[in-house]
């Protein structure tokens, strides 16, 4: 191995900033030549593979406990001091290559990135994006440490989840007003966080020479074959279709329940007063259901999950001090990927798990690409190989394979569709109350977030009742952690969840070409544009009203089916 390389991530886990820039410095001392080029790439892919390996580490470390002291030290050495650092360095690096001239055709998705990348770095933005980090970690430290105190029994906030699903509504209600009181009592805390990671960005746009940070992030996530106005397109689609398709969810829900008026503690029970779902009893029975289930749809990806749990890849349960919500990140350099999530045992628990094996076994059908850019995508084609994965499973999800009867695994079906239905509006209001932020010129006032959150959710999610309940209605854009650290990134799910369903529809005539084409474009990585790895998976990318139509009748159809045949 080059002696401007470390031996392994391992060696980097407690390195300073100045012990990493030495290994840049190095590359960057041997610029490249157009006959280097190639050679030298390889060599800083492979730097990169174990500094992310190492901030992934850290990352696994601090989510794991938000209470652990060491492992927050260098969870944050890596993200505010590191990080930030690494960046400046990388389009140092990207801009030593393109001044080669190299053009080589099977890197030309990964050169126009570099492209865009060096054109919008400004040295000026590090230490902006530094602070930012910090202010992340300490949203994450807030909400890793929340938990209620309810029937005699301290709970985080997941766990509140199984008394969301009580058929004692009284109960139901109890458990939903105290996960929002939770996020409540520290709503100003929050809101100073989010009103310095709002001055920041908008300060990080203005230098790159952006009007706004939506700009900025369009162009930061390499949004090339999508505009902000095809958003805003998307936002009026979903609520011209789908906000009416979610309704006529809930009214059926609502007539189920035999209620006046569906509260939202109502929307996690059995409409038909059955017994909870609950698939495994702890986090051993879940993996191994899990296992048969990815086998039985296919037998590599059957391995690769058992790879994981055999090398301790899953962290699933949730516990005290554990971060909230789940994630899957990739440890390149031993090219495997990991999984932590949240679970308490409900059926949510198992798309949540099957969601990001989607995103593991992306990991690992690309791994096979030389660059470690070329194996990573767009959170487009991430999310469309994760969404996917979540309906060409389910078919999977009856013993004696899966986790239920036959009759419980058509309600876990069901429930799963009406949920996809559901999600869209949800994720148009994310993504809108983010537009709104960033272009309105009001984000700054923590008053006028909270107003315009209530307005974009009276606009989105109808046929719920929220009379009394305008505070624990505005909780819910606190706890949704991706627009306070991943901000922009939620229009994605939207999108992938169209191409997802385009997948699935093709699967219910002819599952081994659905399967197979879904593995292909995997496969590819990132080594192609975005429309061509949704085409090489059968879909294409929706952002109109028609196109949603026939997909939420499509899922409409497919409910009432499931309905039909379910056993009360």
């Not at 492992?71 to 360095?89: C, K, S």
């Not at 962290?315 to 495997?336: F, I, M, V, W």
């Not at 599952?511 to 474009?521: R, S």
Request: with cysteine; glycine share 6%; aromatic share 10%.
């Amino acid at each position: 191995m080059s002696p401007s390389l470390p031996n392994s991530p391992a060696d980097l886990a407690d390195a300073s900033w100045p012990d990493i820039a030495a290994y840049y410095d190095a590359l960057a001392a041997e610029a490249p030549t157009l006959g280097t080029a190639r050679s030298w790439i390889r060599q800083w892919s492979l730097l990169e593979e174990m500094v992310n390996e190492a901030s992934s580490q850290a990352l696994i470390a601090y989510t794991g406990n938000t209470q652990d002291a060491a492992a927050e030290a260098r969870y944050l050495r890596f993200v505010t001091e590191i990080q930030p650092n690494v960046e400046a360095r990388q389009t140092g690096l990207a801009g030593l290559l393109l001044a080669t001239g190299i053009d080589d055709a099977d890197i030309t998705t990964l050169l126009r990135e570099f492209r865009t990348t060096v054109s919008i770095f400004r040295h000026e933005n590090v230490e902006r994006f530094a602070q930012i980090e910090e202010l992340s970690a300490a949203y994450q430290k807030i909400a890793g440490g929340l938990s209620v105190t309810i029937d005699g029994r301290t709970l985080t906030i997941p766990q509140l989840q199984p008394l969301l699903e009580s058929d004692d509504r009284a109960a139901r209600e109890r458990a939903f007003r105290a996960g929002a009181d939770a996020y409540l009592t520290h709503r100003d805390e929050m809101a100073e966080l989010f009103d310095r990671m709002f001055a920041l960005r908008q300060d990080v746009a203005r230098e790159a020479g952006f009007a706004d940070f939506q700009a900025f992030s369009f162009a930061a996530k390499h949004r090339y074959d999508y505009t902000a106005d095809d958003v805003a397109r998307f936002h009026d689609a979903v609520a011209d279709v789908v906000t009416p398709a979610a309704a006529r969810v809930h009214a059926y829900r609502r007539e189920r329940l035999g209620v006046g008026a569906l509260r939202p503690w109502d929307l996690a029970v059995d409409p038909d007063g059955l017994a909870p779902l609950r698939p495994f009893r702890d986090a051993e029975e879940f993996v191994a259901t899990s296992g048969r289930i990815f086998s039985t749809l296919d037998a590599e990806l059957g391995s690769r999950f058992a790879d994981m749990a055999r090398d301790g890849l899953l962290d699933l349960e949730s516990r005290p001090n554990k971060a909230p919500g789940g994630y899957c990140t990739t440890l390149h350099h031993r090219k495997q990927p990991f999984v932590f999530m949240n679970a308490v045992g409900v059926s949510d628990d198992v798309t949540t798990l099957v969601h990001e094996a989607g995103h593991c076994f992306h990991a690992y059908l690309a791994s096979d690409q030389e660059l470690i850019w070329q194996r990573g995508t767009g959170s487009e084609a991430a999310e469309l190989a994760s969404m996917s994965m979540e309906l060409l499973a389910a078919p999977y999800f009856a013993l004696p394979v899966g986790y239920y009867t036959p009759d419980q695994a058509r309600r876990a079906q069901a429930a799963h569709l009406e949920d996809v239905l559901l999600a869209l509006p949800h994720i148009a209001s994310v993504d809108a109350f983010q537009r709104w932020i960033y272009t309105s010129g009001k984000g700054h006032d923590r008053d006028a977030r909270d107003a315009e959150w209530l307005a974009l959710r009276s606009r989105f999610e109808t046929g719920i009742e929220w009379a009394g309940l305008e505070r624990e209605r505005t909780a819910r854009w606190y706890r949704q952690l991706h627009i306070f650290e991943l901000p922009f990134y939620y229009i994605e799910y939207g999108i992938a969840q169209l191409g997802a369903l385009q997948i699935w529809k093709r699967s219910l005539t002819d599952p081994e070409g659905a399967l197979a084409g879904y593995k292909n474009a995997l496969r590819l990585g990132g080594t192609q544009p975005l429309p061509l790895l949704y085409a090489q998976a059968g879909a294409r990318l929706i952002f109109d009203a028609d196109g949603m139509r026939e997909l939420v009748g499509l899922v409409e159809d497919r409910l009432e089916m499931l309905r039909g045949s379910t056993v009360s």
